[in-house]
């Protein structure tokens, strides 16, 4: 089973930057894509940005053209590059493997991002 270990987060004044890690144990050939979801607060897990195996990428619209979704595949790592950050960002970080048939693995401890006005 392929672990992940997300890191990077923090405390940044808006208009700072982050660059989220989200570190694999492995691969196989199930997985579809690797997601980067946020949740704050009082507020429902909702999907931030996208990067299938094929290297397509999605972003949510509240993030395009500020975050850039990437991976090295060398490093088994996906990354989430966090520009122009805004108080709204704040939120504890998740990445998660799609799998083929449609469902994620099971949740880890996430990173906790916070952004200050």
């Known amino acids: 089973q392929v672990q992940l270990v997300e890191s990077g987060g923090g405390l940044v004044q808006a208009g700072g930057s982050l660059r989220l890690s989200c570190a694999a144990s492995?691969?196989?050939?199930?997985?579809?894509?690797i997601d980067w979801y946020r949740q704050a607060p009082g507020k429902q897990r909702e999907l931030v940005a996208r990067?299938?195996?094929?290297?397509?990428?999605t972003y949510a619209d509240s993030v395009k053209g500020r975050f850039t979704i990437s991976r090295d595949n060398a490093k088994n790592t996906v990354y989430l590059q966090m520009n122009s950050l805004k108080p709204e960002d704040t939120a504890v970080y998740y990445c998660?493997?799609?799998?083929?048939?449609?469902?994620?693995?099971?949740w880890g401890q996430g990173t906790q991002v916070t952004v200050s006005s």
């Open positions: 990067i299938t195996t094929g290297g397509t990428t």
């Open positions: 998660n493997l799609l799998r083929t048939w449609g469902q994620y693995d099971d």
């Open positions: 492995g691969s196989d050939f199930s997985i579809a894509a």
